[in-house]
């Protein structure tokens, strides 16, 4: 069985530009949920999908949205891009939709803002 | 608001040795609590996780865990480290909202083993 899984790996872009990430969860997962990595911060929870549904939304500015798609696929999307926002972006998929009590992740994205 | 706490930042140990994590949290109900690993350029894999019943949990890997809810702490232990043990380790309290539970996630332990 596939794992999730995370495109591209790594990114590189200049402030003010936008990027779009995706991310396929594990087949029959419909819960999927997005975090950002950074070494001064750590984990932070950015939003979570559901049946194309956002349950919930971390504390991050507007320039940071997402979606998810009938077949579960995921996509996040950062406009206006800051030096800020270099990151590790991982995604994550579960099959309980409730408890989310085995989340999967994917290797993540790398993103660079020079 | 839930938190965890996490005070070591980094943890040094001999190949062989036992270890111990800390983990400390904050959450107004019934935690459901986890830890997870993240090894170098990869995502991160649940080794435990505990919801209710026995406190002392059995995860992957030959790790452990311990819930005391006295002390609001969520220990990973290991009585014997391997090298491959060398990874960063978090731990995570999930706290419910909008119909699911989300994990906060503490700051990391990152794992040094010494051969």
């Known amino acids: 069985k596939a794992g999730v899984t995370q495109t591209p790996r790594y990114l590189i872009k200049t402030r003010g530009q936008q990027v779009t990430l995706s991310c396929s969860p594990i087949?029959?997962?419909?819960?999927v949920s997005w975090y950002q990595q950074t070494p001064g911060q750590g984990l932070q929870f950015l939003f979570e999908y559901f049946s194309e549904t956002q349950r919930n939304k971390g504390n991050f500015p507007g320039r940071f949205s997402g979606r998810q798609f009938s077949n579960s696929r995921s996509e996040m999307n950062v406009s206006t891009l800051e030096l800020g926002d270099s990151a590790l972006y991982l995604c994550?998929?579960?099959?309980?939709?409730?408890?989310?009590?085995?989340?999967?992740f994917g290797s993540g994205t790398q993103l660079s803002v020079l | 608001a839930q938190s965890v706490t996490q005070p070591d930042i980094h943890i040094t140990v001999s190949e062989g040795a036992s270890l111990e994590l800390r983990c400390n949290y904050s959450y107004g109900a019934t935690p459901y609590l986890f830890w997870y690993v993240q090894s170098p350029g990869q995502g991160l894999q649940l080794l435990l996780k505990?919801?209710?019943?026995?406190?002392l949990v059995q995860g992957i890997k030959g790790f452990e865990a311990e819930f005391k809810r006295s002390q609001s702490s969520f220990n990973l232990r290991k009585p014997s480290v391997h090298w491959s043990d060398a990874a960063e380790y978090f731990c995570a309290v999930g706290a419910r909202s909008g119909g699911s539970y989300i994990p906060t996630f503490g700051r990391g332990t990152s794992l040094i083993v010494h051969p």
């Open positions: 505990y919801f209710s019943g026995d406190t």
């Open positions: 994550a998929s579960s099959l309980d939709p409730v408890l989310n009590e085995k989340l999967f």
């Open positions: 087949s029959g997962h419909r819960s």
